[in-house]
């Protein structure tokens, strides 16, 4: 598909197409466009082609990304060597990843190469590759800012950039500065083997990314891997639109001085800074300000015309060989091919099933079994003296609550106090907490009287079973005694933050069509803060790879009890009750809306049911399969 995007503005001029695959990520589209405008206002034509590369022609150079266009198409819309031979390779990616081996060899057989990092062109250098280092500068339309401090800023803290573990590590700690103030964070994680397209309604880009960043006072930058780089697309477009720029320490930042248009901090050192920055907004104003006036008056994109230009005349210079007979192609065949999904993680269970596998079933089957065995055996000791379910009401009576915690406790004495701790500071009011004590021997019962006693202004009902009958039994009793229409589970070893419940009633308000709500949440464990949980955001056909949405979610009751509650199935004991959830509510045509804050804290343990769902989940897919189709729908 070929359209013009200008008239050409002399007789003849060169014509330059930016050429781009439609499945390729919409940012780099954008490095694109602001390349092709430098070029228009130095008189060339620009056009656009998607898919292929238009037959090649004495008057046309191809601009274009060779790691995002080659991958997502078929060979037959490759380049040929003679249109390649009249292509500028833009290289975008940091040495050591896959991305920028791709990109080097293509740029080894162009016509002319780019490089928007001046780290990566030194290193294409070292390799006998050619070109230009083409940095990236002020672009108009990705300012929507306009340089006035009085526009408001809602959101402290943002980040935008491919999952890694490093970089969750980092958010993690930086949740403290966040979550103990009234403060509020952005959080956009991407999957990077997964392209965002334009079209992609989560992934933010153009006009929604530059408003974004015009609403948020501080970006956070982190690397990829220890290899430092300057992010300069991320950098630049952050400065646009006044919001201040905190890196981890990167070479190649000229003209931008650390201190004075952005700031600059060891791995290490992040959390704290970014504290320290947010409370000081006479220093974001100056830094802001500083940075804008460079980029605006000092880094225009036109400085870097000559480079660009100098590779698109190199690559104007190769031949184009006199045209072949008629009836034989003279031009790739666009075939655009969509994104390979990856393999759900089901059929990994049917079709490749491991020496181990036999092992792994026995030994979940093994403990569960010996679970189900345990409780039959406190029953029968028990007999008829066995202790019937009581109920008992703790602190005030709230008359109609907005939001119902429920929380379920099973011999967890030491943490569970800090659970319950964590609801009554929380800041929403008119919340009520449902505990479910399900037949603990240690003194979890005592912890929670305790916390009722230090708070008393926390409605508590205390449901205490005679018999031990599971999570996911423990949870519905928990269901039936809730009398508000948003409930939010909780573990005893979990905790919520202040502001946490209050975030996702408001995401339910604002999408009535959302069965249910979920945030980012916190990992950590007795050394502190770990990674990230619930960064990916709702999409019914992830659930066939498996579970990416905690427990700790904030539901709709009648959602809820419309998907049946928690199974009972023991299929499913050991952790993945939850997912079960997830799943039927999915098949049920239900969604859910992610907030992209910080919301709670999960804590992890070796001990904890994960570990033992992890060991075999042959018999969940395979129950998960017979009842739900959503799973097996492409």
Known sequence: MLRAMSHRSAPDPLRVCLVSASGQNVFFSEILEALGGTLRDRGLAIEESVDCFPEAADDLVYLFVPHEYEPMVEVLAHPSDVQ???????????????????????????????????????????????????????????????????????????????????????????????????????IHLTESAQPHTAGNGYFLSGARKWRHLADSKVLLNVHQQELAYMEWHRIVGAIANGCVVLSEQSPETEPLVPGEHFISACYRDLPNVLEALLAEPERLSQIRQAAYALLRGEMPMANSAEGLLSEVERA?????????????ASATVPMPVPPSARTPEWEAYVTHTGETLPMRMALKHLVVGMKGIERRLDALAADKDTEPDTVEHLGPELESPRVSVLLT???????????????????LPNVEVVAVDDASTDGSVGAIRAVCDECPWLPVTLVRRGLNQGLPAARNLALEHARAELVFILDADNAVLPQGPSKLADALDE??????????????????????????????????????????????????????????????AGGWEDFALWVAMADAGMSGVR????????????????????????????????????????
């Open 511 to 572: 999408n009535p069509d959302a069965a249910f709500a979920y945030g980012v949440i916190e990992t950590f464990d007795v050394n502190g803060p770990v990674a990230l949980m619930n960064w990916h955001h709702w999409d019914p056909a992830r659930l066939r790879h498996g579970n990416y949405i905690d427990a700790m979610a904030m539901i709709r009751r009648s959602a809820l009890e419309a998907a049946g509650g928690y199974s009972t199935d023991t299929v499913f």
């Open 409 to 427: 406790v099973h011999n967890y004495a030491d943490h569970v106090g800090a659970a319950l701790r964590s609801v009554a500071v929380c800041e």
């Open 84 to 186: 390649l031979s009249r292509s500028v390779a833009v290289c975008t990616e940091q040495p050591g990843t896959r991305w920028f081996e791709t990109a080097c060899g293509v740029a080894a057989r162009a016509g002319g190469v780019v490089d928007i990092n001046a780290l990566g062109m030194r290193e294409m250098r070292s390799r006998g590759i050619e070109g230009a280092h083409v940095p990236l500068g002020y672009v108009p339309s990705w300012d929507a800012w306009g340089g006035s401090d009085d526009r408001e800023r809602p959101i402290d803290l943002t980040f935008l950039g491919a999952y890694t573990e490093r970089r969750a590590h980092s958010l993690a700690a930086c949740a403290p500065a966040l979550t103990l103030t009234e403060r509020r964070a952005s």
């Open 316 to 328: 104007a210079g190769n031949e184009v060989p006199p045209k072949r007979p008629v009836g034989v």
């Open 595 to 634: 907030v992209p804050d910080f919301v709670a804290r999960y804590r992890v343990s070796p001990h904890s049911m994960i570990s033992l769902s992890n060991v075999d989940s042959t018999a969940v897919w395979s129950a998960l399969l017979r009842k739900h189709r959503v799973l097996t729908q492409s």
